[in-house]
């Protein structure tokens, strides 16, 4: 079922640089996102997928009011309703399908939106030149005895 959600049916023109995050089957509705690391502005830092409405969604893992985590719990982000983005630290509610702040010390601010979108029963994510895949790190080997 091609293009559920995201931001075109099927693949979009410039998805050459696009990485693979899930399987569409990994992110239920308004369940536990991915958490993924990226560089941001060349530093380390976090961002989540998550499905709202059948559509998958992804932002920075940064509060607008204090340059924070959000999830309460390893990707757990949304209030107990299921309705919300909602910051763990100091409770700024934010809307799912836009990233808008809805209340809270996050004022007129918004999560800063990733490009993600779903072909074929996989999420991708397409870098920008401000937003890139973090390096993988590579393993040692198992530990010397
Ligand atoms: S750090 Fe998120 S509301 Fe304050």
């Not at 509705?29 to 998958?56: N, S, T, Y």
């Not at 992804?58 to 209030?79: K, S």
């Not at 836009?98 to 490009?115: F, K, V």
């Not at 994510?125 to 937003?131: A, V």
Request: net charge negative; glycine share 10%.
């Amino acid at each position: 079922m091609p293009g559920s959600c995201g931001m075109a049916e099927g693949w979009p023109a410039s998805a050459a640089s696009a990485l693979r995050l899930c399987a569409s089957s990994e992110l239920a509705e308004k369940g536990r996102a991915i958490v993924f690391d990226v560089l941001h502005f060349r530093e380390p830092a976090r961002a989540f997928a998550l499905r709202f409405d059948g559509r998958v969604v992804a932002y920075l893992n940064r509060c607008v009011h204090v340059p924070t985590e959000l999830d309460w719990q390893p990707g757990e982000f949304l209030d107990s309703g299921r309705e919300f983005i909602l910051c763990s630290i100091h409770g700024a509610a934010y809307e799912p399908r836009s990233g808008r702040c809805l209340g809270g010390p996050c004022g007129r601010g918004r999560l800063t939106a990733l490009d993600v979108f779903e072909v074929d029963g996989e999420v991708w994510w397409r870098s920008t030149r401000d937003t890139q895949p973090a390096p993988v790190l590579e393993t040692q080997g198992s530990p010397s005895q």
